[in-house]
């Protein structure tokens, strides 16, 4: 393959895998509310977190462009500071990855909490342990195959990102470009064995993760 592809590749990783890391970390907390509040906000934060499953990607990434850009709330408020907008940087495809791929770390997470119930919880708060115990020690080894299925799909997931990236990050080779836009590059210019090399990477990957 070409140099630019091997970036391309290089890209997509580093995006796939800091979107796993920061969501398991963003997800955890997030989803042991949601299995446990009784809060009246919680139907409307689930809907909130299931919202990207639903919504266009170029629709998410459209508007996540303008509040990242010069003239966005976010982009703009950066710029007074004296730093730089995050349109067409890997920041900003960081956080547009983070955003559409969020209900496949919560969801799951969610669920697995839900199954363990109440009880092994409780038996080990009557034996002194308190509520980050009870998390660290008790819950998550329990439901670690929820956290397994939340990092893998959230993964490959973004591994086959394409209109949300496309949008916030353009087209910059070595900054933005990720797999998906170089297979739409490759099949735009009718270079099909290029392109069935680029999608046998990422099969490949996918399969992996």
Request: hydrophobic letters at 50%; zero cysteines; charged letters at 15%.
């Given at each position: 393959m070409a140099a630019a592809d091997w970036q391309a590749a290089w890209v997509t990783l580093q995006l796939c895998t800091a979107t796993t890391l920061i969501l398991?970390?963003?997800a955890l907390p997030l989803a042991w509310w949601l299995a446990h509040t009784r809060s009246r906000w919680r139907p409307a934060v689930e809907a909130l977190v299931a919202m990207p499953l639903v919504l266009p990607p170029t629709v998410l990434g459209f508007y996540l462009l303008i509040a990242l850009g010069p003239r966005g709330w976010i982009g703009g408020t950066l710029e007074a500071l004296g730093g730089h907008h995050l349109a067409f940087s890997f920041s900003g495809i960081l956080i547009g990855s983070l955003?559409?791929?969020l209900p496949f770390a919560v969801q799951p997470?969610?669920?697995?909490?839900r199954a363990i119930?109440?009880?092994p919880l409780d038996v080990a708060a009557t034996l002194g342990a308190g509520p980050w115990d009870r998390f660290v020690t008790v819950a998550l080894p329990l439901a670690r195959g929820s956290v397994l299925t939340a990092a893998s799909l959230s993964f490959a997931h973004t591994l086959g990102e394409f209109g949300v990236v496309l949008m916030i990050g353009g087209n910059l080779e070595g900054h933005t470009r990720?797999?998906?836009i170089a297979i739409f590059d490759a099949a735009?210019?009718?270079d099909y064995p290029r392109a069935h090399r680029l999608s046998a990477l990422m099969l490949l990957v996918?399969?992996?993760a």
């Open positions: 398991l970390l963003l955003l559409y791929s997470l969610q669920d697995g909490f119930g109440r009880g990720v797999l998906s735009e210019a009718l996918e399969s992996l």
